[in-house]
């Protein structure tokens, strides 16, 4: 039976339309521009920042709206602004920071700030860019940051999320999307699905007529929230047992077979 046609389209980015190879496919991106050419909404909810988002809006003819940092940030892609923000404070970078490292000693932490990124001179960074600085905590903790990053150089990530959620979890929100031990922390109450709901809101579209897709933890609220909602076929085990529809995987054009019987 073909599903009711939703007001709005919310999508994960990374190993949900974008593959392996980093980029979208051909087909995904005709898919996604019917969403917008047929009167719904596509909003693209991603943990990257706003400054990973250029070639995606290329790719994707800078349509629809982008929810980053796991919900901290709203980017137009059509503009590339970010347009609304809800941070975390130095105050409560400081105060986290010093929660779980009194815990676990041997985590390095950085901070996204969207339009650039710092970090403790010991951090990993995986994907090195000009815009990168290795700064001192005085200095990293300074501004107001979108999100905070714990990495944990041979921690499992889902038992790193575990760890440090029992540590700070009533202090910020916890999620990763990552296949190593890497945390992300953003501001209380803050998450893809309130950033969502929150944008829905303004706009008149209930929960019911959002269809959402998404393949790791930091897209379990989204997932919960919307009315329809997919797991990927390559998902986080955590995310195919919570969710009972089921994409064809990335690799697959999964969200654009979805959408394709659907618009």
């Not at 980053?68 to 920071?97: F, I, K, M, W």
């Not at 930091?218 to 919960?224: E, F, I, K, T, V």
Request: aromatic share 6%; with cysteine.
């Amino acid at each position: 039976m073909t599903m009711p046609r939703p007001a709005l389209v919310a999508t994960d980015l990374d190993g949900t339309v974008v593959r392996a190879d980093g980029t979208i496919s051909a087909r995904t991106r005709s898919a996604l521009a019917r969403v917008e050419d047929a009167g719904s909404w596509l909003v693209l909810v991603t943990g990257r920042p706003p400054r990973w988002l250029g070639s995606i809006a290329d790719e994707t003819g800078h349509r629809g709206l982008a929810i980053c940092s796991n919900g901290a940030l709203l980017y137009d892609l059509h503009t590339e602004r970010v347009v609304e923000s809800n941070l975390l404070t130095p105050r409560q970078l400081v105060g986290l920071t010093e929660a779980l490292r009194a815990d676990l000693p041997e985590l390095v932490f950085a901070v996204e700030y969207g339009d650039w990124f710092a970090h403790e001179p010991d951090y990993p960074v995986r994907w090195p860019t000009a815009l990168d600085r290795a700064v001192e905590p005085a200095e990293l903790f300074a501004l107001p940051a979108a999100k905070l990053l714990a990495r944990h150089l041979s921690m499992d990530p889902d038992v790193l999320l575990e760890r440090t959620r029992s540590v700070a979890g009533h202090l910020a929100e916890f999620t990763h999307s990552s296949r190593d031990g890497l945390v992300e922390i953003t501001a209380p109450g803050v998450s893809k699905a309130t950033a969502l709901a929150r944008f829905c809101a303004t706009r008149g579209v209930p929960a019911a007529a959002v269809l959402a897709f998404g393949d790791m933890p930091n897209d379990l609220p989204m997932l919960a929230w919307a009315g329809q909602a997919y797991a990927m076929g390559n998902a986080h085990p955590l995310v195919r047992a919570a969710v009972s529809r089921v994409a064809p995987p990335v690799e697959e054009d999964g969200v654009a077979q979805i959408l394709e019987m659907i618009f």
